[in-house]
């Protein structure tokens, strides 16, 4: 019975993980990584040590790297932190609008940010694409990391 609780969690937390990978205020590798964790606990799924490491140093790193890379792509490109929060605030917004607003959401609102710090079109333009370069790099990364995780749960499940 434990056994089903368990791989119940897992596969919510997957899912959940590889949804917190474009919504901010959800840890997607975190999450997906709880989910490995479960499947390990079970009868279904055994990772080896080694295995479990390494998705747990995979899972800190994306973190980490998600924190540092939209500050990297907006500083890179001269832009502020007003074009990282335009962008995170535009990728909230764009959720709503479907795959269209994703992708242009953190554009317009590292765009918008960006020219509220600095009435400069050419400098809004600019910070507001490196914002959204950076912040898209590292749903890239997440997104990587959880999908990887996820293929692993699934073959492991199924073995």
Same mark, same amino acid.
């Given at each position: 019975? #434990?056994?089903?609780? @368990?791989?119940?969690? %897992? &596969?919510?937390?997957? *899912? /959940?993980? =590889?949804?917190?990978?474009? $919504? +901010? !205020?959800?840890?997607?590798?975190?999450?997906?990584?709880?989910?490995?964790?479960?499947?390990?606990?079970?009868?279904?799924?055994?990772? #080896?040590?080694?295995? @479990?490491?390494?998705? %747990? &140093?995979?899972?800190? *790193? /994306?973190? =980490?790297?998600?924190?540092? $890379? +939209? !500050?990297?792509?907006?500083?890179?490109?001269?832009?502020?932190?007003?074009?990282?929060?335009?962008?995170?605030?535009?990728?909230?917004?764009?959720?709503?609008?479907?795959?269209?607003?994703? &992708?242009?959401?953190?554009?317009?609102?590292?765009?918008?940010?960006?020219?509220?710090?600095?009435?400069?079109?050419?400098?809004?333009?600019?910070?507001?694409?490196?914002?959204?370069?950076?912040?898209?790099?590292?749903?890239?990364?997440?997104?990587?990391?959880?999908?990887?995780?996820?293929?692993?749960?699934?073959?492991?499940?199924?073995?």
């Amino acid at each position: 019975m #434990s056994d089903y609780i @368990l791989l119940s969690l %897992g &596969i919510v937390f997957m *899912i /959940v993980g =590889i949804i917190g990978c474009l $919504v +901010p !205020v959800l840890p997607g590798p975190p999450l997906s990584f709880l989910g490995i964790i479960f499947l390990h606990l079970t009868r279904f799924g055994q990772f #080896s040590t080694p295995t @479990l490491i390494t998705f %747990g &140093i995979i899972t800190v *790193i /994306v973190t =980490i790297v998600d924190y540092i $890379v +939209p !500050v990297w792509g907006t500083r890179r490109f001269g832009g502020s932190k007003y074009g990282t929060k335009g962008a995170t605030i535009g990728l909230i917004i764009g959720f709503f609008l479907g795959p269209l607003g994703i &992708i242009l959401g953190p554009l317009i609102g590292a765009f918008v940010g960006e020219m509220i710090f600095k009435d400069d079109l050419s400098y809004a333009f600019k910070a507001g694409f490196g914002s959204l370069l950076g912040f898209l790099t590292g749903i890239g990364l997440k997104l990587a990391a959880s999908f990887a995780m996820t293929f692993y749960f699934v073959k492991e499940l199924i073995k």
